[in-house]
């Protein structure tokens, strides 16, 4: 299976940030495969955001759960994230994760004016 993160390297500070994660070599509907976003701002460690199921339920970091969704657009067998009201804090680089075990090579993003 192959992750690939998509989306804006730079964003304004009160804007949405909307990434996309297209998946190849397995359906993101298979059963038990639960489909992440994470990220590392610099000089920091992992951040889980949330997660999308096999069955479409979300689950969301509770610290950006107000200002987070995941959706899915199984046609495209893709996966994206949408996180509003972005601060210069929510610089970091975002991955895409299959369970804990498959990871996209990651995207910059840069909220700055």
């Known amino acids: 299976v192959q992750l690939q993160e998509s989306g804006p390297g730079l964003v304004k500070p009160s804007q949405t940030l909307s990434l996309t994660c297209t998946v190849s070599g397995q359906s993101i509907t298979t059963t038990w495969y639960y489909w992440s976003w994470i990220r590392q701002p610099p000089g920091k460690g992992l951040e889980w955001i949330g997660r999308?199921?096999?069955?479409?339920?979300?689950e969301f970091n509770p610290s950006h759960e107000s200002r987070t969704s995941i959706t899915r657009d199984i046609s495209k067998n893709q996966i994206t994230l949408q996180l509003t009201s972005m601060t210069p804090e929510d610089t970091a680089v975002y991955y895409c994760?299959?369970?804990?075990?498959?990871w996209g090579q990651g995207t910059q993003v840069t909220v700055s004016d």
């Open positions: 994760v299959l369970w804990n075990d498959y």
């Open positions: 999308i199921t096999d069955t479409g339920k979300t």
